[in-house]
Nanobody, 120 residues
Framework: QVQLVESGGGLVQAGGSLRLSCAVS????????MGWYRQAPGKQRELVAV??????NYADSVKGRFTISRDSAENTVFLQMNSLKPDDTATYYC???????????????WGKGTLVTVSS
């Protein structure tokens, strides 16, 4: 059973920083992609950042402010968030795409989410 556990959310003033972490545990053959998504109240879940074999992609709204990184040895992904804005307020979810075996398509796994609140 694969589990994703996020940490690092909280309340911060606009312009401040937070660092989110997500640790993946369980029976893991290989992790293809790790990423962060967020969902604000009344809105759909949206991509924030993903990392695959060292390649990163970001939503336009966070480029230059957020940095995603990964510790492959520890199956952990991080999201450094700087210059936070009230619009960044959301629940942030960790995602990992993990194939169950060598010839299988990857399966999406999700964490339970961590709340980030940015006050103005």
């Amino acid at each position: 059973q694969v589990q994703l556990v996020e940490s690092g959310g909280g309340l911060v003033q606009a312009g401040g920083s937070l660092r989110l972490s997500c640790a993946v545990s369980g029976s893991i053959f290989r992790i293809d992609t790790m990423g962060w998504y967020r969902q604000a109240p009344g809105k759909q879940r949206e991509l924030v950042a993903v990392i695959t074999s060292g390649t990163t992609n970001y939503a336009d709204s966070v480029k230059g402010r957020f940095t995603i990184s990964r510790d492959s040895a520890e199956n952990t992904v991080f999201l450094q968030m700087n210059s936070l804005k009230p619009d960044d307020t959301a629940t942030y979810y960790c995602n990992a795409r993990i194939p169950p075996g060598r010839f299988y398509q990857p399966v999406d796994y999700w964490g339970k989410g961590t709340l980030v609140t940015v006050s103005s």
